[in-house]
């Protein structure tokens, strides 16, 4: 998933008094952050395979150490003790960001092909495939963005044109970056995918950007 990843940090900030939308979506997306960085090194691998889902033509090979259950239950157990070490908040908020941070895998296991592997070593794979739909997937993820969308935003307000003007922002740009993934041809590269996936360490610094601006209604 693109857009369901966002859905649940968005959905996660209503419930988390405190917790800044940026380090939500950092949590949500910390798989496919620390992806690019591995497949550079060549610890991890894929292939671009037109027409291997209706969705994306990338070929997950081996992707253990960030998207497997067991990893993502790590990083999210460590990502959390480092949130309530740094942040404090509370267990529940320390809690609630390791969640986001598994959620990861939840909605990739949804999504994908059977390509989710369950633990680092050789392991089962899963995956029960909405990618093999391309109109399933738009009205899922479209569905699950609208109405986190709509959770973030009855309970928050902006402070400044910035607060109301950045978030629309944010949401028209994942929102074309969406589709032209859904409509645009293959990448020309892996190399071109894995580095260009660092471009939403961005998205992260938007996203707490857009919190500055905005209070808790």
Not at 59 to 68: E, Q
Not at 77 to 91: Q, S, V
Request: aromatic share 12%; charged share 10%; proline share 6%.
């Amino acid at each position: 998933m693109f857009l369901g990843h966002f859905a649940v940090a968005f959905a996660a900030r209503r419930c988390a008094r405190g917790v800044s939308l940026g380090t939500l979506f950092l949590a949500a997306q910390l798989a496919d952050l620390v992806w690019p960085v591995l497949v550079l090194a060549g610890v991890e691998r894929f292939a671009i395979s037109p027409g291997i889902t209706a969705v994306t033509p990338l070929d997950f090979v081996h992707y253990p150490w960030s998207h497997s259950l067991v990893a993502l239950c790590a990083w999210g157990a460590g990502f959390g003790a480092l949130y309530w070490a740094l942040r404090g908040g509370g267990m529940r908020a320390a809690a609630l960001v390791a969640g986001v941070v598994v959620s990861h895998w939840i909605l990739d296991a949804i999504s994908h092909r059977p390509d989710m592997p369950l633990a680092i070593w050789e392991s089962p794979k899963v995956g029960l495939g909405l990618w093999n739909s391309a109109a399933a997937t738009l009205a899922i993820e479209a569905l699950m963005f609208a109405a986190a969308l709509a959770l973030y935003v009855r309970g928050s307000r902006p402070v400044d044109r910035t607060g109301r003007w950045a978030l629309w922002a944010l949401v028209a740009f994942l929102s074309i970056v969406y589709v032209a993934n859904l409509a645009g041809p293959p990448p020309p590269s892996v190399a071109a995918v894995a580095w260009s996936a660092n471009a939403l360490w961005l998205v992260v610094a938007w996203a707490y950007w857009i919190d500055r601006h905005r209070e808790q209604a």
